[in-house]
C-alpha cells in the first residue's frame, strides 16, 4: 500500500501531508520499490536497464549518465556494467535491481529482502550503501528475516509475527525490554521459544 500497488481497505497513506489517492504521481517520483522477486530483463545489459529505467522516470539524459555511473561505482558495478543481465550472479543481478530502483534519485526507499540469497561481499555493499543513505536523511522502509541487518541498520525495529506486531522500537530499547543481548534472541523471547514460531 505504501508503494502504491494495492489500495487500502481503510483509511489513507500521507507523504509529507500529501495524501497518495490525490498526488499518486508526485509521490511515486519520490519512491523507490524492490519487491522480493522482481524479474530484471536478463536480453539487455545492466547499463541499457538503467538508462531504461532513467527514460522511465523522465531524468534528464546528462543527468542519467551522471547517475548511473555514480550508482555503478557506489553499488560497485563497473565492472559487469555493460554485460547482459542473463549473464550475471545473483548478487551482481540484485545490485543492479537496487541501482534500477534508485536511477531518480528517490527521497523514500521501500526495500523487500534486498540481501536474501546472496553472497557476504554483495550483501554487505548493500547495507554499506544503505548506511550511506540514512547519512544523507534517506527515509529507508527495510524488510528482512535477517536479524542482524536490522540490528546493524535500523534506527527504528518493528517485530512481526503472525501477522500481528509484538514489539517495536530501537534496537536497545527492543534489547533492553526482553533483557537480550541481540535481536534474534529478543524475537525468541518474545514468542516463547523456536518451536511457537510457526
Known sequence: MI??????????VNFDGLNYKENEIEIKQQIAYLSGNTKLYDTLSSYELLKMCSEIYGVPEEKAEERIQELSKILNLDHFLYNKIANLSTGQTQRVN????LVHNPKYYI????????DIISSQIILDFMKQEKKKEKTIL??????????????????????IVIQSGTPEEIKKNTKTTNLRDAFFVMIGGALNAE
Open 111 to 118: 526495500l523487500d529482502e534486498a540481501t536474501t540469497g546472496l
Open 98 to 101: 537496487i541501482a534500477r530502483c
Open 142 to 163: 527495510y524488510s528482512t528475516h535477517y536479524m542482524e541487518e536490522a540490528e546493524n541498520i535500523c534506527d527504528k525495529v518493528i517485530m512481526v509475527h503472525q501477522g
Open 3 to 12: 508503494a502504491g500497488i494495492l489500495e487500502p481497505t481503510e483509511g489513507s
